[in-house]
Every structure is written in structure tokens, then in C-alpha cells.
């Protein structure tokens, strides 16, 4: 029996690899718009963060993703 490969993706913050179902995925549209894709399957260049408070600050003070974006993110950790 084969054994199914999981997709890994690697956060934009700490640069770790896990599971693409633990993390959180910010889209960057055609239009240049910036936004969370609660899908995970949006049309547009995607970026990966951690489920983690600590990694979305982080990519916000290293200007990876807007505070509209940030403040959307918090929202769903809660």
C-alpha cells in the first residue's frame, strides 16, 4: 500500500516546514491586492504563515504582509 505524501509548505516568518493544513495562507491577487485565503485555494501568488501570533508580527515588522492582513489573521487564531 502507498503511503500518502503530505504537502509541506514553510512559513514566511521562522522558515519552518509543516503541514500546509497548519498554517495560513495570505494571497497576493493580479491586481497586487493583499489578502488571508480562508480556502487555502484562491487564484494569486500565496504565502504561508504559522498559526502563531508571534510569526504574524513578525512578518509584519519584517513588511512581508500589510497590517490589514495582520489584523485579519489575529482575527482567526481567536
Same mark, same amino acid.
Given at each position: 500500500m502507498k503511503v500518502k505524501k503530505i504537502p509541506l509548505r514553510k512559513c514566511i516568518a521562522c522558515n519552518e516546514s509543516k503541514p500546509k493544513k497548519e498554517l495560513l495562507r495570505v494571497v497576493v *491577487? *493580479?491586481? #497586487?491586492?493583499? *489578502?488571508?485565503? @480562508?480556502?487555502?485555494? *484562491?487564484?494569486?501568488? #500565496?504565502?504561508?504563515?504559522?498559526?502563531d501570533a508571534k510569526?504574524? @508580527?513578525?512578518?509584519?515588522?519584517?513588511k512581508k504582509i500589510s497590517e490589514t492582513v495582520k489584523e485579519e489573521l489575529l482575527k482567526e487564531l481567536i
Open positions: *491577487s *493580479s491586481t #497586487g491586492d493583499k *489578502s488571508f485565503d @480562508e480556502t487555502g485555494r *484562491s487564484n494569486g501568488r #500565496g504565502a504561508y504563515l504559522c498559526r510569526c504574524i @508580527e513578525k512578518a509584519f515588522k519584517q
